[in-house]
């Protein structure tokens, strides 16, 4: 069921969504695997879309953990709400990624520790891309991590006008195959 609705959504909204297929479980685990969940108070989860990254995080998460996930997709955000809105310090956000700072600002968030982010910056209008991008950087200092995925390398470079050090790698388990990265302001 899921997949049919993802691949439905793909094809009513492309751009936004940005894959034809949900990501898989492997992915999931790569993009969780650095984060020091006993060490950290807040996660901030962009574009969850079906939540594969999502129910990586709430089962690894201490209670206490702050974790927003921002959705722009109002038929994912519905079946993020549903599944997740009785889950303590676990805030499900209909609305866009863009508005970042206001909703830090409104959960009175004075550190994000990591962002986990399944945007498709490959089709996102560079504009767009650009302001998640320098919002993002501003909110992790130099001591929170951004770990996204994309289908190629070609945003690393991008990506490094925002960040001073990446690490990716490739998960094969995934259709298609996907680069994780690993973005932060290490030593800037």
């Known amino acids: 069921m899921k997949v049919i609705h993802?691949?439905?959504e793909y094809?009513?909204?492309p751009r936004a969504v940005g894959a034809i297929m949900p990501s898989s479980k492997s992915l999931a685990k790569r993009m969780i695997r650095?984060?020091?969940?006993?060490?950290?108070t807040?996660?901030?989860e962009y574009g969850p879309g079906t939540g594969i990254f999502t129910e990586e995080i709430i089962q690894n998460k201490r209670k206490d953990t702050v974790f927003?996930?921002?959705?722009?997709?109002?038929?994912?955000y519905k079946i993020l709400k549903k599944k997740y809105e009785h889950m303590e310090n676990v805030h499900i956000i209909h609305g866009s990624v863009e508005d970042i700072d206001y909703y830090v600002k409104?959960?009175?968030?004075?550190k994000v520790d990591y962002i986990v982010s399944g945007l498709p910056f490959t089709s996102l209008p560079r504009t767009i891309s650009t302001r998640i991008l320098e919002k993002t950087a501003s909110l992790l200092g130099t001591e929170g991590k951004f770990i996204t995925f994309q289908y190629s390398k070609?945003?690393?470079?991008?990506?490094?006008?925002?960040?001073?050090?990446?690490h990716y790698e490739r998960v094969y388990k995934n259709v298609p195959p996907a680069y994780v990265f690993i973005c932060?302001?290490?030593?800037a």
């Open 68 to 76: 927003l996930a921002i959705e722009a997709n109002e038929s994912f």
């Open 154 to 166: 070609v945003k690393r470079s991008f990506f490094e006008s925002f960040f001073n050090t990446i």
């Open 6 to 8: 993802f691949i439905q």
């Open 106 to 110: 409104q959960y009175g968030l004075s």
């Open 11 to 13: 094809i009513r909204h």
């Open 184 to 187: 932060n302001d290490e030593g």
């Open 34 to 40: 650095p984060i020091p969940f006993n060490k950290i």
């Open 42 to 44: 807040c996660i901030i």
